[in-house]
T-cell receptor
Framework: QKEVEQNSGPLSVPEGAIASLNCTYS??????FFWYRQYSGKSPELIMS????GDKEDGRFTAQLNKASQYVSLLIRDSQPSDSATYLC?????????????FGKGTLLTVNP | GAGVSQSPSNKVTEKGKDVELRCDPI?????LYWYRQSLGQGLEFLIY????????KSGLPSDRFSAERTGGSVSTLTIQRTQQEDSAVYLC?????????????FGDGTRLSIL
């Protein structure tokens, strides 16, 4: 069973703090990793993709990937109330079905003013 | 540019009726995906299209579910003889190509409620 695990939260941080969201995955052959943000009642919105070990930064967001530990994380610096949402981690299946993403159930983040 | 467009945004119907959900992907995207998201659950893969072909229908939950894509563009997901357990948000996504390097972009979804 291919799995992507996330803490469901809620994760609560004060405004201006760093929010750290974590994700582990079971398939060692996975190559592509995505973070989506989903506001309540809305569709998932892609915010980051990462394919290589290490860090990838985009504005206030940093994705970190460690394939040896099968771990991917998302850091949000200077958190804002508008960042309050559910964050979904998605991982591709390797091999012939590499188009297929497996999603975690998401971590609910609340940023308190 | 325009994103993925889905219609209707909401659909309420009686048990036993058939429903059709429509998805218009981002222009130029050859890959199209349907997912289902139930309350408190993760996104559940239903079907993948590459062009007009559906090489992966493995996520369709029963033979009441079917989908087609025409002209390499618009896709329709049909649910026949709807049941209450079909109530969910049905999400469509598209990507430039069907491989792991291409991120999937989602539409706003159709919220389906079966009475």
């Amino acid at each position: 069973q291919k799995e992507v695990e996330q803490n469901s939260g809620p994760l609560s941080v004060p405004e201006g703090a760093i929010a750290s969201l974590n994700c582990t995955y079971s398939d060692r052959g996975s190559q592509s990793f995505f973070w989506y943000r989903q506001y309540s009642g809305k569709s998932p919105e892609l915010i980051m993709s990462i394919y290589s070990n290490g860090d990838k930064e985009d504005g206030r967001f940093t994705a970190q990937l460690n394939k040896a530990s099968q771990y991917v994380s998302l850091l949000i610096r200077d958190s804002q109330p508008s960042d309050s949402a559910t964050y979904l981690c998605a991982v591709n299946l390797p091999g012939g079905s590499n188009y297929k993403l497996t999603f975690g159930k998401g971590t609910l983040l609340t940023v308190n003013p | 540019g325009a994103g993925v467009s889905q219609s209707p945004s909401n659909k309420v119907t009686e048990k036993g009726k058939d429903v059709e959900l429509r998805c218009d992907p981002i222009s130029g995207h050859t890959a199209l995906y349907w997912y289902r998201q139930s309350l408190g659950q993760g996104l559940e893969f239903l079907i993948y299209f590459q062009g007009n072909s559906a090489p992966d229908k493995s996520g369709l939950p029963s033979d009441r579910f079917s989908a087609e894509r025409t002209g390499g563009s618009v896709s329709t997901l049909t649910i026949q003889r709807t049941q209450q357990e079909d109530s969910a948000v049905y999400l469509c996504a598209s990507s430039l190509a069907g491989n792991s390097n291409q991120p999937q972009h989602f539409g706003d979804g159709t919220r389906l409620s079966i009475l």
